[in-house]
């Protein structure tokens, strides 16, 4: 991910921002709980003598956000996504491993409330935010954790009958950016000599949950 890549998605947000809708009374903060379904992901990489396959597992995901209001509708977000799931590799030598991963995601950026003509309490979303995955592999007392720089896009529905609680609904794509020889998926104890250069993990996600706000 260079530099310019960086500056061009964080001003895109920053965009989304300022042409928000407006509107009169409404809540600075939300603070909210979810859980939901990280999906699947795999990756190739090569070393001087091997190839490989890397494949992340699907798995139950919870997470927390808090919105704080810049203006009606227009909020800065803070997101944490736990998801305890397993990977498997193959390499072209037969070779193959298994072994617990935890990913986790840490994000900061925009959110939008659209609520529905006529109808306040439906309010279609819509989001981007910027940060870091951190991927913590376990195998036989081998640990090793890694943090790279992700951002994700986000579009759902919030549900908010009463003007302090609601119910959200969201899709969210994030993908994480491998830079030149990571190791972000290491074979085993012997070592992380793989690399996934120039790669981007792509993890789909659908969850739902409740925020309270005020």
Known sequence: MTKKSFFC?????CGVLAVSPQADAEPRFTVGAYGGYLFGTSVEGTSSTLTSRASVEGAV??????????????????????????????QSDGAAYRYDL??????LGGLLVYP??????????????????????????????????????EGGLQIQPLDYFGIR????????????????????????????SGTA???????????VAF
């Open 102 to 107: 935890l990913v986790q995601y840490v994000q």
């Open 201 to 211: 993990v792509l993890q789909p996600e659908l969850a739902a949950g409740a925020y």
């Open 169 to 196: 609904l969201q899709a969210r794509l994030g993908a994480t950016f491998l830079s030149d020889n990571s190791a972000l998926f290491c074979a085993s104890g012997a070592g992380c000599a793989l690399a996934y």
């Open 116 to 153: 529905a003509p006529g109808a306040k309490w439906l309010r279609p979303i819509f989001g981007g935010t910027l940060g870091a995955s951190v991927y913590s592999a376990d195998s036989e007392g081998f640990r090793y954790t890694e943090w790279r720089f992700s951002m994700m896009f």
């Open 9 to 13: 998605a964080l001003s895109m947000i």
């Open 61 to 90: 995901d919870y997470g927390a956000v808090v919105d704080v209001a810049l203006r009606p509708f227009a909020f800065v977000e803070l997101s944490y996504t736990h998801a305890p799931t397993e990977l498997s590799l193959q």
